[in-house]
């Protein structure tokens, strides 16, 4: 059999935003709190641990704790970069009452907020529907994913803050769950984990295509 180098076309960071709580503005914004002083904590060790990791791009969601938690990233990077907001990166089944902040209010929990290539952002900033099914939201999912993969080939380094829930679609969708999630399985991702996937180039790499290099890392944490 011949021998091949595996080439790495993408590694893929998929983070769940800090701790968060009952916020003073919370008939504002009732399921989209900020983080809590714990939360902030976990963040900046967070951003810590990520220091030495210079992305080629950041991504998160549009919710305010998401948007807070990239931050600890992006003060800690060695060169300054944008932080892309992407509302299909948002939590899943969000009533309509809780759908998203301003781009302006963004930017200020985050300088360096702007949207994702070909993303409009209008006064109030979501995607996603509290009725949706497991299969629309692998459909949401899957399209962003798919947008970063086909973006991204020659070996950048991406994160992405995201949510609970949203990265439980996503981690199975990228094990090959591209419609729905499987029965009796679930994964509980711990505030501010991280979670690595590398995809290699269709090959080069004995172990497949798609690897998880780690799961629900929580190191920097102590734990």
Do not use: H, W
């Given at each position: 059999m011949e021998q091949t180098n595996p080439v790495t076309e993408l590694e893929l960071y998929l983070i769940r935003h800090g701790l968060t709580g009952q916020s003073d503005d919370a008939d504002l914004?009732?399921?989209?709190?900020?983080?809590?002083?714990?939360?902030?904590?976990?963040?900046?060790?967070?951003?810590?641990?990520?220091?030495?990791?210079?992305?080629?791009?950041?991504?998160?969601?549009?919710m305010r704790r998401t948007v807070q938690t990239a931050n600890e990233i992006m003060i800690r990077q060695k060169r300054e970069k944008p932080l892309y907001i992407d509302p299909v990166f948002s939590e899943?089944?969000?009533?309509?009452s809780a759908k998203g902040t301003s781009l302006e209010y963004l930017k200020g929990l985050c300088r360096f907020a702007e949207p994702a290539d070909g993303v409009t952002l209008s006064d109030r900033v979501f995607e996603g529907n509290e009725n949706d099914t497991d299969a629309d939201i692998q459909k949401r999912i899957?399209?962003?994913?798919?947008?970063?993969?086909?973006?991204?080939?020659?070996?950048?380094?991406?994160?992405?803050?995201?949510h609970a829930g949203i990265m439980t679609h996503a981690a199975f969708y990228l094990m090959g769950f591209k419609e729905k999630l499987p029965e009796d399985v679930d994964i509980s991702f711990r505030n501010t984990c991280i979670t690595k996937i590398v995809f290699f180039?269709?090959?080069?790499?004995?172990?497949?295509?798609?690897?998880?290099?780690?799961?629900?890392?929580t190191a920097h944490l102590g734990f």
């Open positions: 914004f009732p399921e989209d709190p900020l983080l809590t002083p714990e939360g902030v904590t976990q963040a900046r060790k967070l951003g810590e641990r990520l220091s030495e990791v210079d992305f080629d791009a950041v991504y998160s969601s549009c899943t089944r969000i009533s309509e899957g399209r962003g994913l798919e947008t970063l993969i086909g973006r991204y080939t020659n070996g950048e380094k991406v994160a992405v803050v995201m180039k269709k090959g080069t790499n004995p172990y497949g295509s798609v690897v998880f290099q780690n799961m629900n890392d």
